[in-house]
């Protein structure tokens, strides 16, 4: 009388099973979902050819997420070539701020005081790891990092520039009313400091952050989001295959050069007993780690397989194209430092008009913000000023004194000719390096004055 009848508890596990069922489909086809859209956000399988999963039988990841681009960007040589190259050649000089002198005082004592070129070049070189990386700027305004930064008292209430991976700042809520400027824009990060994959244990605890307190950085995002593009992502399925031939070349020969054995057994080898095989492993393993230097065994054959290993040389190459068309960096150039082959003049200019051509917009439009982000929050005077760098296209030293070589060499065609001289000496000179008031000054004219002062002196 008492309880569910056996139907009544049928009928009671049928419909948990449906409902679990239900939501075990309906989360299947939501991580689908999701998987499917940051796949085409982070280059996942195209599905393209309908006979074969390219991703799956080749190894490829089909999603790239954060620990995929760290820890190959810090295990793989080609890949930190890859993301450090540009910021390296394009920190080589720092820009100038022209502006009141006041303002470029303030800005000169943050540049000492905070080592702020250095850190921009730090958060340059983290941003390309990744989508985006953050300059956290902590100042002395007695709040919290979760709280929306006030007015500041001068450069001396900037403490400290902390450039921050994607990996350690992570997007904790964002704008969700599409009528308020924030709309789509973060409104509070999560600071991981381990989530660079540091061990430090000093710095575990993770905390909140306003977004008024962070500035990002994040090349190729060209539609107002902080999530660019990873220098990585369009290069690391060929970044997985150098990866692959290397490491199996490495094996390999390790495998060739150990010399490790293949045991056969012949028709007169009798199984042994259980105490027998230990001691006859152990007889092997000492022989192979070279322990003993002869083992004698009866009716087993030890068989040195010929290991041959094919030149990858060529696939290696291909690889190396694609990741020189995919970055925009010169094989030569990602590849000088391991072949000790210096690019050349070609590959240099090529690289140098691509540094330069970061150097006037995103890195340009990177210290803008910095810099305004100074003045918004009064670190700094505000007034108007303007960025500049030096040319890195530019002709150097010898270039400029072939450059006037050659110019000469067709003023003295021209005099040979019968002809007037082409170029003029100073624009020689200027083509050389030398500016104008390097030319030596005329002297005639103090000479007569020296001789209309000797003559009245007799």
């Known amino acids: ?16 099973y449906n409902k679990d069922l239900k939501a075990l489909l309906i989360k299947i086809n939501s991580d689908q979902s999701t998987r499917s859209v940051f796949g085409e956000m982070s280059g996942g399988n195209d599905r393209a050819d309908m006979l074969h999963n390219i991703f799956c039988d080749f190894g490829y990841p089909d999603l790239l997420k954060w620990t995929n681009y760290w820890n190959m960007y810090r295990r793989f040589g080609p890949a930190a070539a890859v993301v450090n190259i540009p910021p390296n050649l394009s920190w080589l000089s720092p820009p100038t701020i022209e502006s009141t002198p006041r303002v470029e005082k303030e800005i000169d004592i943050l540049i000492k005081k905070n080592n702020l070129w250095n850190r921009l070049k730090g958060l340059d070189k983290r941003q390309r790891v990744a989508r985006y990386a953050g300059l956290f700027v902590q100042v002395a305004d007695g709040k919290e990092p979760r709280e929306p930064v006030e007015n500041l008292n001068g450069p001396a209430s900037v403490v400290n520039l902390k450039p921050i991976y994607e990996g350690q700042l992570r997007v904790d809520t964002t704008g969700e009313d599409v ?45 107002g989001s902080i999530y660019g593009i990873s220098s990585l992502e369009n290069i690391y399925n060929d970044l997985m295959d150098l990866r692959k031939i290397s490491g199996a070349g490495g094996e390999g020969f390790y495998q060739n050069t150990r010399s490790a054995p293949v045991i056969s057994a012949k028709d007169d080898f009798k199984k042994p007993t259980a105490t027998e095989q230990e001691a006859l492993d152990e007889e092997i393993n000492k022989f192979i780690t070279k322990y003993n230097k002869k083992i004698y065994l009866k009716g087993l054959e030890f068989i040195y397989p010929d290991i041959t290993l094919p030149q990858p040389k060529e696939f290696a190459e291909n690889s190396w194209n694609n990741i020189a068309a995919g970055s925009g960096i010169s094989s030569s150039e990602l590849r000088g430092v391991q072949t000790g082959v210096l690019a050349g003049d070609k590959d240099n200019k090529s690289t140098m008009i691509m540094v330069q051509s970061r150097r006037e917009n995103f890195l340009t439009e990177l210290v803008t913000n910095v810099i305004d982000w100074f003045m918004l929050h009064r670190a700094i005077e505000t007034a108007p000023y303007e960025v500049i760098w030096d040319d890195m296209t530019a002709p150097g030293d010898e270039d400029k004194l072939a450059l006037g070589n050659k110019m000469s060499e067709t003023n003295l065609n021209q005099f040979r000719a019968g002809g007037a001289p082409v170029y003029e000496e100073s624009e020689i000179r200027e083509k050389s390096g030398f500016e104008p ?5 005329d002297n005639e004219d103090d000479e007569d004055e020296d001789l209309d002062d000797a003559g009245s002196d007799e």
Request: hydrophobic residues 25%; glycine residues 8%; negative net charge.
């Open 1 to 16: 009388m008492f309880g569910l009848s056996k139907q009544e508890k049928d009928l009671k596990l049928n419909n948990e």
């Open 179 to 223: 009528k308020k400027p924030d709309y789509g824009q973060p409104t509070m990060y999560s600071f991981e400091p381990s989530g660079d994959g540091s061990r430090n244990r000093d710095e575990s605890t993770t905390i909140k952050i306003h977004p008024s307190r962070i500035i990002i950085a994040a090349e190729g995002a060209d539609d």
């Open 437 to 441: 008031e390097d030319l030596p000054e």
